[in-house]
């Protein structure tokens, strides 16, 4: 597609139930991002990934996230048990690769946990 | 830790105003710039980045931005705003992969 493609757009759960928020990058983008952004905060980062692996996981909030992205295209972010704190926008970003820096972002999937 | 902080929470201007959004970043290292807009009910879209050479940079839209390396600054500005810069500004710091935000600043600019 021509841009960053999340979804679902809007996603609403209820307290301890699983979720699974998918990003599909720009075609040849070979970096992957996953931020949170809770309102009234900038992006906070989550993960990242070159190519299938994780280069970086430091963001991810415990052990109740996990990304992939098995064929180094798609993502999946997962959430188990989730709690009201987890609610937010999960932005997920691409970009050709590490040096270039610029990242393109999607329109972000709006996560309510109740 | 890595951070980047930005002063103004909420800024409101009139049209023809001008514009500066402070920006500092507390990394140590060589560092990549950048800023990003979110225009209402949009997406991050990048405004300008600053990756090395002229400290004074030009984005999109009249926008730029100059690092100063001492102050660990890169301040945004644009000479005269219009309405329909209203919007999130967000400044960006990057180094190698580790790409942190900073809480942003809404602009608020009255026709």
């Known amino acids: 597609g021509a841009g960053v493609s999340q979804t679902p757009s809007n996603k609403v759960t209820e307290k301890g139930k699983y979720v699974e928020l998918r990003c599909d990058p720009i075609s040849g983008h070979t970096a992957l991002y996953w931020y949170r952004q809770s309102l009234g905060q900038g992006p906070e980062f989550l993960i990242y990934f070159q190519g299938t692996g994780a280069a970086d996981d430091s963001g991810l909030p415990n052990d109740r996230f996990f990304a992939v992205r098995p064929e180094g295209s798609v993502s999946t972010l997962k959430i188990q048990r989730t709690e009201r704190g987890d609610s937010a926008v999960y932005l997920c970003?691409?970009?050709?690769?590490?040096?270039?820096?610029?990242?393109?972002f999607g329109e972000g999937s709006r996560l309510t946990v109740l | 830790a890595q951070s980047v902080s930005q002063h103004n929470h909420h800024v409101i201007l009139s049209e023809a105003a001008s514009l500066e959004l402070g920006c500092n970043y507390s990394?140590?290292?060589?560092?990549?710039l950048f800023w990003y807009v979110q225009y209402p009910g949009q997406h991050l879209q990048l405004l300008l980045k600053?990756?090395?050479?002229?400290?004074l940079v030009k984005g999109i839209k009249g926008f730029e931005a100059e690092f100063i390396k001492s102050k660990f600054s890169f301040n945004l500005r644009k000479p005269s705003v219009q309405w329909s810069d209203t919007a999130e500004y967000f400044c960006a710091a990057r180094l190698v992969n580790d790409m942190r935000f900073g809480a942003g600043t809404r602009l608020t600019v009255k026709p």
């Open positions: 990394y140590g290292g060589t560092v990549n």
């Open positions: 970003a691409s970009s050709w690769d590490i040096n270039t820096g610029e990242l393109f």
């Open positions: 600053y990756f090395s050479g002229d400290p």
